[in-house]
């Protein structure tokens, strides 16, 4: 299993940004991802997860609900997170993973959000 992240940058808040993530190595279509994330001092949190196609609706911490989105692509093997209204606490490392493994995370990518 290989994912990587893309996509982070430097924004103010109320702005916005999409996150990339490209999974190869297994069969994308038929997995339950996950985004991640980890702001410095601070644990993994949970963010989101894309269920696979036509098996329910994702779900979202209720920190993002309402200003973040996850979506998929699966014949790009690619899942998103797409970002709104950001916040200075949402200044993290972005990770996306298998749902049911969440050492299978990539490098990450930095989203930090400041004026």
């Known amino acids: 299993v290989q994912l990587v992240e893309s996509g982070g940058g430097l924004v103010q808040p109320g702005g916005s940004l999409r996150l990339s993530c490209v999974g190869s190595g297994f069969t994308f279509r038929s997995r339950a991802l996950k985004w991640l994330r980890q702001a410095p001092g601070k644990g993994l949190e949970w963010i989101s997860t894309?269920?696979?196609?036509?098996?329910?609706?994702?779900s979202y911490t209720a920190s993002v609900a309402g200003r973040f989105t996850v979506s998929r692509h699966d014949a790009k093997n690619t899942l998103y997170l797409q970002m709104t209204r950001l916040k200075t606490e949402d200044s993290a490392v972005y990770f996306c993973a298998l749902a049911t493994d969440s050492t299978s995370r990539g490098q990450g990518t930095q989203v930090t959000v400041s004026s």
């Open positions: 894309s269920p696979p196609p036509y098996s329910g609706r994702a």
